[in-house]
Nanobody
Framework: QVQLVESGGGLVQPGGSLRLSCVAS????????MGWYRQAPGKQRELVAD???????RYGDSMKDRFTISRDNAKNTVYLQMNNLVPEDTAVYYC?????????????WGQGTQVTVSS
């Protein structure tokens, strides 16, 4: 069994910052890509950022200037630092990871954490 558990979401005022964390646990042999997606009400889920074990990262459109993804390979943890948040960033943020638990790599999703940007 593999689990992804996100934390760090919440309510923040416009211009504020949040740091999301996602920890992968369970029967893990290896973790390749880890990343964050978000889904706002009535919209499709979209890539925020992802990062592979070497540290190479990619960002969704218009994300790179305010968001920074990082990971701690030893802890199977990925982080998302979000700065200068705007109301349009309000969404459920989901962690995704490509994990080999002994049967080859497959994608796993966390349960999501709500981020609300509002005054």
């Amino acid at each position: 069994q593999v689990q992804l558990v996100e934390s760090g979401g919440g309510l923040v005022q416009p211009g504020g910052s949040l740091r999301l964390s996602c920890v992968a646990s369970g029967n893990i042999f290896s973790v390749h890509g880890m990343g964050w997606y978000r889904q706002a009400p009535g919209k499709q889920r979209e890539l925020v950022a992802d990062i592979i074990s070497s540290g190479a990262a990619r960002y969704g459109d218009s994300m790179k200037d305010r968001f920074t993804i990082s990971r701690d390979n030893a802890k199977n943890t990925v982080y998302l630092q979000m700065n200068n948040l705007v109301p349009e960033d309000t969404a459920v943020y989901y962690c995704k990871a490509e994990i080999d638990s002994g049967l080859g790599y497959r994608g796993y999703w966390g349960q999501g954490t709500q981020v609300t940007v509002s005054s």
